[in-house]
């Protein structure tokens, strides 16, 4: 299984919901990232976890909350989201050398397409 | 940081001709460098990478050359087809620490028939 699956595929939300964002990947990855996506524009860095861990967080609102349960999952909660979040939000993961850095390849999922109202 | 900038933004070429995207860095520690396919709607993918101890790879009928000493990075496609159109991004990252890569702004080419 070379997939990264992340579900929904669209979320529509209002600025009071709550929702979450899944990923999954079934590859032996131990780390994991979201990244956001506007349109016409370069994925952006949001959280990267490494062995389940948070190891980086690029100052992103506390109303995104990420959450990495195992070695295969990784969520992303949302809260009291703004019309400026919607965007395409990708997972991706990558291989970890034995206890080293990441080997820098990165497989993304498909995204979520949010769009909060 | 890293800062990794990206031209042309947009590339049109005539079916069979060669295409050529350059990416500079900032980060002298930087020593991975991969090219990114995103086509519209779609994810974006891996189509060919180089780590720094190297100064060119081919796949085919795209290659990438890197300069270290000028820190810059080059996307070649030759004999370019329609279903090359897409948006292509470079990165870089460094391989120690766990710093995930940074990407370029991308690069829209359009093939025409």
């Known amino acids: 299984d070379t997939e990264v699956t992340q579900t929904p595929k669209h979320l529509v939300m209002g600025m009071t919901n709550k929702k979450s964002l899944k990923c999954e990947q079934h590859m032996g990855h131990r780390a994991m990232y979201w990244y956001k996506q506007k349109a016409k524009k370069p994925p952006e860095l949001m959280f990267v976890?490494?062995?389940?861990?948070?190891?980086i967080n690029e100052s992103v609102p506390s109303r995104f909350s990420p959450e990495c349960p195992n070695s295969s999952l990784l969520n992303l909660h949302l809260h009291a989201l703004q019309p400026e979040d919607s965007a395409l939000y990708l997972c991706a993961s990558s291989p970890l050398l034995e206890r080293g850095p990441p080997s820098g390849e990165l497989f993304f999922g498909e995204g979520s397409r949010l769009t909060v109202l | 940081g890293e800062n990794v900038e990206q031209h042309p933004s947009t590339l049109s070429v005539q079916e069979g001709d060669s295409a050529v995207i350059k990416c500079t860095y900032s980060?002298?520690?930087?020593?991975?460098f991969p090219w990114y396919k995103q086509e519209l709607g779609k994810r974006p993918q891996l189509i060919i990478d180089i780590r720094s101890n190297v100064g060119e790879k081919k796949d085919q009928r795209i290659a990438v050359t890197l300069n270290k000493t000028a820190k810059h990075f080059s996307l070649h496609i030759t004999e370019t087809q329609p279903e090359d159109s897409a948006v292509y991004f470079c990165?870089?990252?460094?391989?120690?620490?766990?710093?995930?890569?940074?990407f370029g702004s991308g690069t829209r080419l359009q093939v025409q028939p």
């Open positions: 976890y490494s062995y389940e861990k948070l190891s």
């Open positions: 980060d002298s520690a930087s020593n991975y």
């Open positions: 990165a870089a990252s460094r391989g120690t620490g766990r710093r995930a890569l940074t």
